[in-house]
């Protein structure tokens, strides 16, 4: 009992302690700003501090500056149309007139009746009287000396009928075509394809003694751009129906208009043969006659013709002067347009000297044969 006395007393003395006790507030302190601030003032006086940063030495650039391409606008091109160019149709009768006063009559002739008179075409190629022709033709110049002095004369003719008018010598003549044909050399009907059929001779002088003044010629058109179908005209000196009497005293030139109706090779995949059909030309005593196309130029020299009753019925060949141009330059050196420019006087006489003993040897052989 007295415990329970004790706890009420004390439970009674906290109670009232309780009441009589408040705590005291305690009031923030205040901070003053100007000691712990800039002021704005202060920031506006005073300059920033920057750290100093140490810059690295910049190293050269050794690249070329490339400059920025500037585009243009592009402008539409227009395309440039080239009208063809027609060629104007040759004039062949102008062209004739031109052609036969440069195309000439050969003629040979012996001083017994061993060899019938020989007759054949070659045309003028220069001023100075340069003339082209068929070796199967000019092969009687080597044997001018063959029994005796000047048993064989050789003449050039011309005009309608042809007439005696300049002396001529041997030029060239293809040692080859010599070499190959030598045994026909007696042949009335010699056959042949045409290869290495070329011949050069000059005019030396005139017969009457008067002297040479520049003589009318063909320029040689040595291209190789020969093709089918081309109008050409052929100018020749046939005697294939005249007999001796005839070819001496009444043989007149012969033209014909015609097309380069085939072509063909020897060897390589060019043109060295043209065919020109049959025509008043295709008869014996034409070779040499003069293809001339319609620029006037000389594009090949007739060389060979089949055999047929009729003049239409054969067909004559010709060798084309780039034929020519290119074999004589690997027999002699010297290409048709190189000669031309040469010494013609001064290249005959090496010729003679050197390369015709020895042909004119071959063809007194065969003629001499027993």
Not at 304 to 315: A, E, L, M, Q, V
Not at 317 to 325: D, L
Not at 346 to 361: D, G, I, V
């Amino acid at each position: 009992m007295r415990n329970i006395i004790s706890i009420i007393f004390i439970f009674f003395a906290l109670f009232i302690f309780g009441i009589s006790y408040i705590p005291e507030t305690i009031a923030p302190t205040n901070t003053n700003v100007e000691d712990t601030a800039t002021s704005t003032e202060e920031i506006l006086q005073s300059e920033p501090t920057v750290d100093k940063i140490d810059t690295p030495t910049p190293i050269k650039n050794t690249t070329k500056e490339t400059k920025p391409t500037v585009s243009q606008k592009s402008e539409a091109v227009i395309p440039i149309i080239i009208p063809e160019v027609i060629e104007p149709t040759p004039d062949f009768e102008k062209i004739n007139v031109f052609a036969r006063e440069a195309t000439v009559n050969i003629l040979c002739s012996t001083k017994n009746s061993e060899f019938s008179p020989i007759s054949g075409t070659g045309i003028v190629i220069s001023a100075d009287g340069l003339i082209i022709t068929n070796a199967h033709v000019a092969q009687y110049f080597l044997l001018r000396d063959l029994y005796q002095k000047d048993f064989i004369e050789c003449i050039v003719r011309t005009g309608n009928p042809a007439y005696p008018r300049y002396k001529v010598g041997l030029v060239y003549v293809s040692p080859t075509w010599i070499k190959l044909h030598k045994s026909e050399i007696t042949s009335q009907d010699p056959l042949g394809t045409g290869e290495y059929d070329y011949a050069l001779l000059r005019i030396v002088g005139r017969i009457d003694g008067s002297p040479l003044s520049p003589l009318p010629h063909i320029p040689v058109n040595t291209s190789e751009d020969i093709t089918t179908n081309k109008p050409v005209i052929l100018v020749s000196y046939p005697a294939g129906f005249l007999g001796g009497l005839s070819i001496l005293q009444g043989l007149n030139q012969a033209s014909a208009i015609t097309t380069i109706q085939d072509v063909f090779t020897f060897k390589e995949n060019v043109v060295d043969v043209i065919s020109v059909g049959g025509t008043i030309v295709s008869q014996k005593g034409s070779s040499g006659g003069a293809v001339v196309d319609g620029k006037s130029s000389l594009i090949g020299i007739i060389s060979t013709s089949s055999n047929g009753d009729t003049t239409g019925s054969r067909d004559l060949n010709a060798i084309t002067m780039a034929y020519i141009n290119r074999s004589i330059k690997i027999e002699s050196g010297m290409s048709l347009d190189e000669l031309l420019s040469q010494n013609i006087g001064a290249f005959a006489t090496l010729f003679q000297e050197n390369t015709s003993p020895e042909l004119t040897k071959m063809l007194t052989d065969e003629v001499t044969k027993k």
